[in-house]
């Protein structure tokens, strides 16, 4: 028996491994390796060998219970913060709370009921609930709650934006003469494109975080920011906008739009143009950063949305302000 349950505590040591490996290189099956290893860690496994340590002993129940339940919710928390799952930050907190205030109390009621105490146990007990403790609070420290609440207030404030200006062409479009209505038309349908490409790249960003942010995407009215799931994820703005090659991508885009502005507006507004599509790299202190490391880089989920909403109000800005120019012309 004991022998079974070694083979099983080394088969899940081994699959979570193998599945931190793949969540750090963004390999299909991450999530499955990781949840069922942690889950039967703490569920299965650890209830067993708790069981089978009591059975030869027969006393002090009551320490391995206490036991049990400290590392279910430690563990399980782990779970829920490196899923990005709802209620991940309840219950780390928690998980640091718990060892003090519940574990080591009943530890100690044990060593007195023993007889024993060996100063060496106790200070080896209580570095490693500082160590639990430690992990638990730096995974559960997040940004603060109030700076992702205000990226998101920015968020709402640029989509506003972008759509007062999407008006502002329209009605600009619709006082041109035949002869410029041409232009007008491929205009709207250039910007129109590399709009629809910033929403596909936000959408990819929310869903490549979770499925369930599936619920926050909708076909009318772009992705809701407060429903998006894991919005202080890290990862996965490096990941699809710089591993996957997007964020040149979209720069490549954005350079070909300012070419065609450019060129119907005969060079007059390179300047503006410039000014508020800029993609040029950044030298600071002797380094060079390029356009797409600077705004997706390690940026948070919520800030790489952030941005990329803001270019779409910028390219929206841009084409009001040629339009009109056009119709004025």
């Known amino acids: 028996m004991k022998n079974k349950m070694y083979i099983f505590g080394i088969v899940l040591l081994i699959l979570f491994t193998i599945g931190a490996i793949f969540k750090i290189n963004h390999l299909p099956g991450a999530g499955i390796m990781i949840s069922v290893s942690l889950i039967l860690f703490s569920l299965v496994f650890c209830p067993m060998a708790l069981v089978n340590t009591y059975r030869a002993e027969r006393k002090h129940a009551f320490i391995y219970v206490i036991g049990g339940i400290t590392i279910a919710i430690n563990f399980v928390g782990a779970l829920f913060k490196i899923m990005h799952w709802p209620g991940a930050g309840i219950m780390l907190t928690i998980g640091i709370i718990i060892p003090f205030i519940l574990f080591l109390p009943a530890y100690l009621i044990y060593q007195g009921k023993r007889g024993t105490r060996n100063i060496k146990n106790l200070i080896l007990v209580l570095f490693l609930l500082v160590y639990i403790s430690a992990m638990d609070a730096l995974m559960a420290l997040n940004v603060s709650k109030a700076v992702i609440d205000d990226a998101m207030l920015v968020n709402d404030h640029y989509a506003l934006l972008a759509a007062y200006y999407q008006g502002s062409t329209q009605d600009h479009l619709s006082d041109l003469d035949s002869a410029d209505l041409t232009t007008g038309k491929i205009l709207a349908d250039k ?139």
């Open 191 to 329: 910007t129109d494109h590399l709009v629809t490409e910033i929403n596909q790249l936000k959408e990819a960003l929310v869903i490549e975080v979770s499925k369930d942010n599936e619920e926050a995407v909708s076909k009318e009215s772009g992705i809701d920011i407060h429903k998006v799931i894991g919005k202080d994820n890290r990862n996965v703005s490096s990941h699809v906008m710089i591993g996957e090659n997007r964020a040149l991508d979209l720069k490549r885009s954005i350079n070909e739009y300012k070419d065609f502005l450019n060129e119907i507006t005969e060079n007059q507004q390179v300047a503006f143009i410039d000014k508020y599509l800029d993609t040029d790299d950044f030298e600071w202190e002797g380094n060079v950063y390029s356009w797409e490391e600077i705004h997706f880089e390690g940026a948070m989920l919520v800030w790489a949305i952030n941005h990329l909403t803001s270019l779409e109000f910028r390219v929206r800005m841009v084409e009001a302000e040629i339009a009109e120019e056009i119709a004025l012309s």
